[in-house]
């Protein structure tokens, strides 16, 4: 029988330690682990969860965390020792929880969810040379990540470490900003935009249950899309809002990070039929308390508690919005608690754009549709998990047609919410009606122009159409929306500088994307086969080919086995035959045969 082959990929491997972990064990054990349990919930888990990483495995006193990207890996160490250098001010030195990190990016053997190999154990070799309290990478990490991220690399020099047989170069990391964001320049943080501004910072579970974390996530995500829907309003998108979850932030600091003016911050405890909000607006800019409320509601209450709450917001801020502007604003909503209660638990799931948990949020929506079927918002999710699985290869017509018809039934239940006209947009143009595509795309904008994925959606599908420079404005409104967007934006971001023929710009947007599907090496080759970067080409062909025959054995996908024909249903996304040359004289070129 042939020997199964070895699972490998390449990651960014994040390894942290507790600085003498056995002298606070025996100085009080309990105290010890409550307060590094107490750390992880509230700090390392939910930054990871932001940043995009895995927590493979945790011991005592560290932890091994894989992430896709090295940017993603460096900002995520940089944040937790920021953190962490605030807290415990009140103890000595010696009773401080301080962690070390490491960081590489190699070659790892996957083994169930398990990781190892010399990727792993040169992580483990660096963090042990870090001093206390900061961030050692490889010089493969620098690579990686220099001019990207706002920070400095201080090279330690080579040094030789136990069973690694190369000597390794550290250097060791340090933010030489509070900026941490990726942007065009590395540096620069977002300006102002000419007219009011605001980001609603997650509110704080207070129900005492982390099972009830998704309650409050889904309140803040409703008081977001409440507030997007009024026009005079710049609101920064979700994605964007939530990486600062489980963090104790400088509300300036969040202002200039994500280029707002206002501030929103509150908490949320359900208690059986009970639930009470407390919401706060802050002047990013001072820090100044301009409004603060707190409602005691019955849970039936809630959507008028989430209206008051964006009245009372957008009333105080310059420019009172008119009431016309608010009557466009309202959206039908279900009044079955139970289903919006799936709603929310299925939209968390979801928001991880992670394809392993897209399933089980169809399941929640579609238990909100049985409840209600009225209920647009689900109708919406339940095409929009259609829809995601479409790029990673796993799709088929069956999937395709339920999109559709699941994206049409929200948009006639609800034609005033952009998200059902987004999501109609995007299955049109997957069932290739190009025009009725367009037409859904721009009628979700201008209802909500704030919807940054509306905003980023419009922007690809008018790149396929050849209205290239219009749809990279689209695209950037949508990360200016969204400043921490998930890896889907620099994918349409990497396809809109691969049309322009920008291809240097093209590949590092598709690197900043943390799990690459087949396409996107795909792209890859051809970028690097137009730049006559011939042995890259060829790289990423290879791995073109070889997720596209593991998927075939995967799935028995219908669409044709061969590599080239593949490459030329994909090429009639293009509306103009000139694009469709262009990215099959690519992959020609790159090697994909027929």
């Known amino acids: 029988m042939a020997e199964e082959r070895v699972q490998r990929r390449l990651a960014a491997i994040l390894v942290a330690d507790v600085l003498g972990y056995s002298r606070l064990i025996e100085q009080d054990e309990e105290g010890t682990r409550a307060r590094l349990r107490s750390i992880q919930a509230e700090l390392i888990d939910p930054r990871i969860a932001a940043d995009g990483g895995r927590i493979v495995k945790t011991s005592g006193d ?62 483990a070799r660096i963090e042990g040379l870090c001093k206390p309290g900061e961030v050692y990478v490889s010089g493969t990490v620098r690579d990686h990540v220099e001019g990207k991220l706002a920070a400095n690399f201080d090279d330690q020099g080579e040094r030789k470490v136990k069973n690694i047989i190369k000597p390794i170069r550290v250097y060791r990391v340090t933010a030489n900003s509070a900026e941490l964001t990726v942007s065009d320049d590395g540096t620069k943080a977002p300006s102002l935009p000419n007219k009011p501004s605001i980001a609603v910072l997650p509110f704080d579970n207070m129900s005492g249950d982390t099972d009830q974390e998704y309650f409050s996530d889904g309140i803040t995500e409703d008081i977001i899309t409440e507030l997007s829907r009024f026009r005079t309003l710049f609101v920064i998108a979700r994605n964007s809002s939530f990486a600062f979850k489980g963090q104790k932030v400088d509300i300036t600091e969040v202002g200039r990070k994500l280029g707002v003016q206002y501030v929103v911050e509150g908490s949320v405890r359900k208690a059986g039929d009970r639930v009470r909000v407390t919401a706060q607006l802050i002047d990013a800019a001072t820090g100044r308390h301009l409004w603060a409320e707190r409602y005691d509601r019955e849970l039936q209450d809630i959507f008028a508690v989430q209206d008051e709450i964006s009245q009372s917001i957008v009333s105080i801020l310059p420019g009172r919005l008119e009431e016309a502007d608010r009557e466009r604003a309202e959206r039908k909503r279900t009044a079955n608690m139970t289903a919006y209660d799936y709603l929310l638990l299925g939209q968390e799931l979801f928001a991880s754009f992670m394809w392993e948990r897209i399933a089980e949020a169809r399941n929640f929506a579609l238990k909100a549709v049985e409840l209600d079927p009225r209920y647009a918002r689900a109708h919406a999710l339940t095409a929009a998990t259609h829809l995601w699985e479409l790029p990673v290869g796993y799709s088929n017509e069956e999937t395709l047609r339920n999109a559709l018809i699941r994206a049409e039934e929200a948009v006639a239940l609800d034609d005033e919410d952009s998200w059902p006209h987004a999501m ?17 795309c721009r009628r979700a904008v201008t209802l909500n122009p704030n919807d940054a994925d509306a905003n980023a959606i419009l922007g690809v599908i008018l790149v396929y159409f050849g209205l290239v420079d219009e749809g990279r404005e689209w695209i950037a ?118």
């Open 424 to 440: 109609f947009g995007l299955a049109l143009f997957e069932n290739r009606q190009n025009e009725e595509a367009e037409i859904q």
């Open 62 to 123: 560290g932890i091994l965390v894989e992430f896709g990207s090295a940017v993603d890996a460096v900002r995520n160490a940089l944040a937790i020792q920021e953190a962490m250098s605030g807290r415990d001010s009140n103890l000595s030195e010696d009773g401080r929880i301080i962690f070390r990190i490491g960081i590489n990016v190699g070659d790892v053997i996957i083994e169930g969810g398990d990781i190892h190999g010399d990727g792993v154990n040169v992580a």
């Open 477 to 594: 409104k949508a990360m200016r929306l969204n400043p921490f967007p998930p890896g889907w934006y620099h994918w349409y971001q990497a396809l809109s500088f691969f049309s322009s023929r920008e291809y240097k710009k093209s590949i590092r947007a598709f690197k900043e994307i943390r799990s690459l599907d087949r396409w996107g090496h795909a792209y890859l080759a051809a970028c690097n086969a137009h730049l006559d970067r011939m042995d890259e080409a060829r790289a990423e062909i290879a791995i073109f080919v070889e997720t596209r025959q593991k998927e075939i054995q995967a799935c028995g996908d219908p669409v044709p086995a061969k590599t080239l024909d593949l490459a030329r249903v994909r090429a009639t996304r293009y509306r103009t035959e000139a694009d469709q040359n262009h990215l099959l004289d690519g992959l020609r070129k790159a090697g994909l045969t027929e």
